[in-house]
């Protein structure tokens, strides 16, 4: 079954972009996902064809009107679509690797991208739009947003990594950093490569690996740590 994204945007020529190379467009053209873009201004109707207008109370930039974009995600996911309805916005739920799973479990995802001041609130209720914001800092529109979380779940589709354990042990899976690598030379610069990689003993390197991840994480993201702690003694 193929995952399908349905982005819906002013700017469909920035898809797929960067997920039509590599590892996400190889696993286009398997088949394993595909997208289809929604241009927002073929919804716009009347003499000026506008999907924007300025904010109600006044202010800076514009806004994304209601109306033209509730056409276009009807059009794109209709009321059946069972896939979730995404806005990508600074203001939703930070996307965490656990949400990329679930979305990666299901059928796909139906992404509005946001553009100028953002999108008219009204619409966000109306058609149950799911908040999801990328980072802490604004971005000029959503597509940038969307194609991040695109990358971040193809990967995550069956098929598309091929060393499954890869992923098993990367930062976030377990609420820890990853663990540092290292590869030839041995010498680099002066520098070895820890003795215990090349040891052999795999029972200890994993050790080695758990203790540099514990120490990683409590250093830069103790409110990760605290997460995995909290998860450990349950
Ligand atoms: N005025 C808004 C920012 C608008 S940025 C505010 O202060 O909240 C324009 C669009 O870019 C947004 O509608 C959203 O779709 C996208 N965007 C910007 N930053 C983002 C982020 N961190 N995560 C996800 N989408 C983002």
């Given at each position: 079954m193929t995952f399908r994204a349905s982005i819906i945007t002013l700017y469909p020529d920035m898809f797929p972009g960067p997920l039509g190379l590599s590892l996400a467009g190889r696993a286009m053209v398997k088949e394993i996902w595909s997208y289809d873009t929604h241009q927002i201004r073929d919804f716009a109707s009347g003499k000026h064809a506008n999907v924007d207008d300025t904010p109600s109370g006044g202010g800076a930039g514009m806004v994304l009107r209601a109306d033209v974009l509730a056409s276009a995600i009807d059009h794109a996911s209709p009321k059946e679509d069972a896939r979730p309805r995404l806005l990508m916005s600074p203001r939703g739920k930070p996307l965490t690797q656990q949400y990329v799973h679930e979305l990666a479990n299901g059928k796909g995802v139906t992404i509005v991208c946001g553009r100028f001041e953002?999108?008219?609130?009204?619409?966000?209720?109306?058609?149950n739009l799911i908040e999801v914001s990328v980072g802490d800092f604004v971005l000029s529109g959503g597509e940038v947003a969307a194609l991040a979380l695109l990358d971040a779940i193809v990967r995550l589709l069956p098929g598309?990594?091929?060393?499954?354990?890869?992923?098993?042990?990367?930062?976030?899976?377990?609420?820890?950093?990853?663990?540092?690598?290292?590869?030839?030379?041995?010498?680099?610069?002066?520098?070895?490569?820890?003795?215990?990689?090349?040891?052999?003993?795999?029972?200890?390197?994993?050790?080695?690996?758990?203790?540099?991840?514990?120490?990683?994480?409590?250093?830069?993201?103790p409110d990760l740590l605290a997460r995995y702690n909290a998860k450990k003694d349950c």
């Open positions: 953002g999108v008219d609130e009204r619409v966000i209720e109306a058609r598309v990594m091929g060393n499954q354990v890869s992923g098993e042990y990367e930062s976030f899976e377990n609420n820890l950093l990853e663990h540092p690598h290292f590869t030839r030379p041995q010498n680099f610069e002066g520098i070895e490569i820890p003795e215990i990689l090349t040891s052999g003993n795999h029972g200890a390197i994993d050790q080695w690996r758990l203790q540099k991840s514990l120490e990683l994480t409590k250093k830069r993201r």
